[in-house]
């Protein structure tokens, strides 16, 4: 099997090379994760004021950038925006591979790995994490089952098992249940990873109610942003379209709308929480932020105004967003801008102390944080699974071209046809 | 063909007429109308007031029984701290650290000097609370800890999967996580007094417990907590001034129900609404 793909793949030595060096950023990864696994989290710099870290980031950016999955399954199969059909299996594809990192980051976060079943045994219905929990594991099972007929279509599958293609056409049957239950689960969990710090009353910072909607927004402008960057930058690649104009001015469109709106959300968060308002605690906790740590610095210039205006701007504006390298700089910008902004909410709650005490004596100082080279370590592999998934998944898998493609032969259809009656009335 | 026959489908139907327009209009004003005139009649009137006042009664009944909260149970451990007793010598802090085999790093009981805002210097040693409605509890994704019926936070080490969400959530950062695997003792025994529970597993957190192994230990032999040393946290025992007092808040003869209801007292950030069981009595120069 190796042999046919060898034969049928030419290989070129640069994407030899590529691969080559995301095997070393994933040996690094499994290294470290296997220190992680004896020593325990001692191994982290960690500490019990800063409990939570580089790994959380890791984990929520991954799972925000994976909301294209959930958002353009939605716009294909529930709100049937039929030419987005070109792109509705980069958009589960990059769903699994991102929440399947996250996975992987959340593992080593754990302090006790070996009992991550739990959750789906010890119920607390009240904890915002346990929905959060039980949500991503559904969700990914909703993910491999959507996926599952994609795979079953690539040639190396097929070569084996001649009828997988019929198999993973009964599968996809029932795609559109697969992207209402999606829909469901994503909205629910993409929120609720907010909420995990929305709802602690005891860090001001964090206390609000506007961190769920900006969370989940911010993931869907994040994530649909991402599918279309990685479609341009795999166009550039190959130097072949495979999605049509009116597809990539939907795809930018559509993530520049939900980006503005939560631009406007962003800048009423700020108005009502920090300029027109002024409770003490929270008053108190920026001025310590922006005192010790670089936060208002990052949150102007990197969330606000890289990750999400100028992106904005250039998905917005047509002549702009048909130039590929400013839809490439968007997408690094956004991709920027939503990490920067996991890592700032994470870390801007831990860092300012809690004062507990009746007394007025400063004894609470700021906490800090800097990762270690393990925590590093692990995070440059997940990253090295991230692109390593998408380097041979894009070169493997029939990830463009339409969903029904295994209908047709082994040409790829021309997906700047408009569907045809007949395709349309089968899915109907 | 297929889109004309959705455009099709898609067209309008009929605007509704004057009449239904008037009609639903009406129906609407009169609902109104009637909604008020119904909720003036007596016997309707009375009923209400009547439902009303059940409802009352039930929430201040549930409100004197468990202080708004919280466990049903017959007892409700709690602990009272007299800051204007305590002269910060730290002997509750190494004693608990014996008991429960706590390092310094991971200390339950903590103690930190302070200040009045009048500039009266104090002493403030904080335990675990065991809030009744905890922040740390509700949080955790498994139930790995929960607020036991006699009022306790409990920590069950066997279930815990280590997400550390409950040290986030705790407004008092009285929880500390193993992040190794401890095999030494904590170093205060030979002083202080032997350790009486297994050291914690690596990949949990871990909080002060109010000793729940004494007063599990000490009820069924009828010892009483508060009183019965055997049954009394380590820390209220080794208090040289009687800063801490120990007992079922439930019990309005117990120590701290009668140091409650004779000395000023405060618990710690009440406007959070944690409705914790650890009350302060307020050290001098401080207004409450």
């Given at each position: 099997m190796i042999r046919a793909i060898r034969n049928e793949y030419s290989r070129s030595p640069v994407f030899v090379i590529w691969v080559g060096l995301l095997t070393l950023m994933l040996i690094v990864g499994l290294v470290s994760g296997i220190i992680v696994l004896v020593n325990g989290l001692d191994v982290t710099n960690l500490t019990n004021q800063v409990p939570w870290g580089l790994w959380i980031t890791v984990d929520l950016s991954s799972i925000a950038l994976g909301a294209g999955a959930f958002s353009l399954s939605a716009m294909v199969y529930i709100f049937r925006v039929e030419r987005l059909r070109s792109i509705a299996r980069i958009a589960v594809f990059t769903g699994l591979i991102g929440y399947t990192g996250a996975m992987l980051a959340l593992l080593m976060d754990i302090g006790r790995p070996d009992r991550f079943w739990h959750p789906m045994v010890y119920w607390n219905v009240h904890s915002v994490l346990w929905e959060i929990t039980i949500c991503v594991m559904l969700?990914?099972?909703?993910?491999?089952?959507?996926?599952?007929?994609?795979?079953?279509?690539?040639?190396?599958?097929?070569?084996?098992?001649?009828?997988?293609?019929?198999?993973?056409?009964?599968?996809?049957?029932?795609?559109?249940?697969?992207?209402?239950?999606?829909?469901?689960?994503?909205?629910?969990?993409?929120?609720?990873?907010?909420?995990?710090?929305?709802?602690?009353?005891?860090?001001?910072?964090?206390?609000?109610?506007?961190?769920?909607?900006?969370?989940?927004?911010?993931?869907?402008?994040?994530?649909?942003?991402?599918?279309?960057?990685?479609?341009?930058?795999?166009?550039?690649?190959?130097?072949r379209r495979h999605i049509s104009v009116q597809v990539r001015n939907i795809l930018g469109v559509v993530a520049g709308i939900v980006l503005a709106l939560y631009l406007y959300l962003n800048l009423w968060d700020f108005l009502a929480t920090s300029y027109y308002s002024h409770l003490p605690a929270r008053?108190?906790?920026?001025?310590?932020?922006?005192?010790?740590?670089?936060?208002?610095?990052?949150?102007?210039?990197?969330?606000?105004?890289?990750?999400?205006l100028i992106p904005v701007v250039i998905l917005l504006v047509p002549a702009l967003r048909k130039r590929d390298g400013l839809i490439l700089?968007?997408?690094?910008?956004?991709?920027?801008?939503?990490?920067?902004?996991?890592?700032?909410?994470?870390?801007?709650?831990?860092?300012?102390?809690?004062?507990?005490?009746?007394?007025?004596?400063?004894?609470?100082s700021i906490n800090a944080y800097r990762p270690s080279w393990i925590e590093w370590g692990v995070g440059a592999g997940v990253l090295g699974y991230i692109l390593m998934a998408y380097s041979l998944g894009l070169r493997f898998l029939p990830l463009y071209g339409g969903d029904d493609h295994h209908d047709e032969e082994e040409s790829i259809p021309e997906p700047e046809n408009p569907s045809s009656p007949e395709r349309s009335a089968a899915t109907a | 063909m297929n889109k004309n026959s959705n455009h099709e489908n898609?067209?309008?139907?009929?605007?509704?007429?004057?009449?239904?327009?008037?009609?639903?209009?009406?129906?609407?004003?009169?609902?109104?109308?009637?909604a008020a005139a119904v909720s003036e009649v007596d016997v309707l009137r009375d009923l209400i007031e009547k439902e009303v006042q059940i409802d009352l009664q039930g929430a201040i009944e549930e409100e004197e029984m468990y202080g708004g909260h919280g466990p049903s149970g017959k007892h409700r451990w709690g602990m009272v701290i007299n800051l204007s007793k305590c002269i910060g010598c730290q002997y509750c802090v190494y004693a608990c650290q014996a008991v429960n085999n706590?390092?310094?790093?991971?200390?339950?009981?903590?103690?930190?000097?302070?200040?009045?805002?009048?500039?009266?210097?104090?002493?403030?040693?904080?335990?675990?609370?065991?809030?009744?409605?905890?922040?740390?509890?509700?949080?955790?994704?498994?139930?790995?800890?929960?607020?036991?019926?006699?009022?306790?936070?409990?920590?069950?080490?066997?279930?815990?999967?280590?997400?550390?969400?409950?040290?986030?959530?705790?407004?008092?950062?009285?929880?500390?996580?193993?992040?190794?695997?401890?095999?030494?003792?904590?170093?205060?025994?030979?002083?202080?007094?032997?350790?009486?529970?297994?050291?914690?597993?690596?990949?949990?957190?871990?909080?002060?417990?109010?000793?729940?192994?004494?007063?599990?230990?000490?009820?069924?032999?009828?010892?009483?907590?508060?009183?019965?040393?055997?049954?009394?946290?380590?820390?209220?025992?080794?208090?040289?001034?009687?800063?801490?007092?120990?007992?079922?808040?439930?019990?309005?003869?117990?120590?701290?129900?009668?140091?409650?209801?004779?000395?000023?007292t405060f618990r710690l950030r009440e406007d959070l609404g944690t409705e914790p069981n650890v009350y302060y009595i307020p050290p001098e120069g401080m207004a409450i």
């Open positions: 969700y990914s099972t909703v993910l491999i089952l959507e996926f599952a007929p994609v795979l079953f279509d690539s040639a190396p599958v097929r070569r084996i098992f001649p009828g997988a293609p019929r198999v993973g056409h009964v599968i996809h049957k029932f795609a559109p249940v697969g992207a209402v239950i999606g829909l469901g689960l994503s909205l629910l969990h993409q929120s609720s990873l907010g909420a995990t710090y929305g709802v602690l009353v005891a860090r001001p910072i964090w206390f609000k109610p506007s961190l769920p909607v900006m969370f989940i927004m911010s993931a869907v402008a994040a994530g649909v942003t991402f599918v279309l960057g990685i479609t341009v930058l795999y166009e550039n690649i190959t130097r008053v108190e906790s920026l001025e310590l932020l922006n005192r010790f740590a670089p936060y208002g610095t990052t949150y102007w210039l990197v969330e606000i105004l890289m990750g999400a700089v968007a997408m690094a910008f956004v991709i920027l801008g939503v990490i920067v902004n996991r890592w700032n909410v994470t870390l801007s709650g831990l860092i300012v102390p809690m004062d507990w005490s009746p007394g007025v004596a400063e004894t609470f | 898609q067209n309008h139907s009929e605007f509704l007429t004057r009449g239904e327009f008037m009609a639903m209009m009406a129906t609407a004003g009169v609902s109104v109308a009637v706590v390092t310094d790093e991971m200390r339950w009981n903590v103690y930190k000097p302070d200040v009045t805002e009048t500039g009266v210097e104090f002493h403030m040693t904080r335990p675990c609370l065991h809030c009744q409605d905890a922040p740390c509890t509700s949080v955790c994704p498994v139930q790995a800890t929960y607020v036991r019926e006699d009022g306790l936070v409990i920590m069950d080490y066997d279930i815990c999967i280590g997400c550390r969400y409950c040290q986030v959530a705790c407004p008092y950062g009285a929880r500390s996580f193993n992040w190794k695997q401890r095999t030494e003792d904590s170093g205060y025994q030979e002083e202080w007094g032997a350790a009486e529970v297994d050291i914690r597993p690596r990949g949990v957190p871990e909080k002060c417990t109010f000793c729940v192994h004494r007063i599990d230990r000490g009820l069924p032999q009828g010892r009483v907590p508060g009183i019965d040393p055997q049954a009394t946290p380590a820390c209220v025992n080794i208090c040289p001034v009687d800063a801490r007092i120990f007992g079922d808040l439930n019990d309005p003869n117990s120590p701290v129900s009668q140091a409650i209801a004779n000395n000023p």
